[in-house]
């Protein structure tokens, strides 16, 4: 059974920064696509970022909303994937979602597992 639980979302003011994580059981990790997404209210859910999992360059693709703010990242031993926020803005407030085994063409498409969300909220 595949289990994604995301953590560290909370409230923080505009300029702030967040680190959240996705530990990830029951998939094999170390050979998953995984992507962060998020939706907020009224809108529908949006790409944020995605790492690879091919050795030993891990690819990054980002938003556009995102680029320069966000840094994805993955550690394999501890199967878990993070999201670095800074210069956080109003319009990031979202739930957060992580995703696994999504694939990239010219656009990315995400996998079949997904997390539970982590609200994320930027006070103005």
């Known amino acids: 059974q595949v289990q994604l639980v995301e953590s560290g979302g909370g409230l923080v003011q505009t300029g702030g920064s967040l680190r959240l994580s996705c530990t990830a059981s029951?998939?094999?990790?170390?050979?998953?696509?995984m992507a962060w997404f998020r939706q907020a209210p009224g809108k529908e859910r949006e790409f944020v970022a995605r790492v690879g999992w091919t050795a030993p360059s891990l690819s990054t693709l980002y938003g556009d909303s995102v680029k320069g703010r966000f840094t994805v990242s993955r550690d394999n031993a501890k199967n878990t994937l993070y999201l670095q926020m800074n210069s956080l803005q109003p319009e990031d407030t979202a739930v957060y979602y992580c995703n696994a085994d999504g694939y990239y063409t010219t656009t990315y498409h995400p996998g079949k597992y997904w997390g539970q969300g982590t609200q994320v909220t930027v006070s103005s």
């Open positions: 029951g998939v094999s990790f170390d050979r998953s696509d």
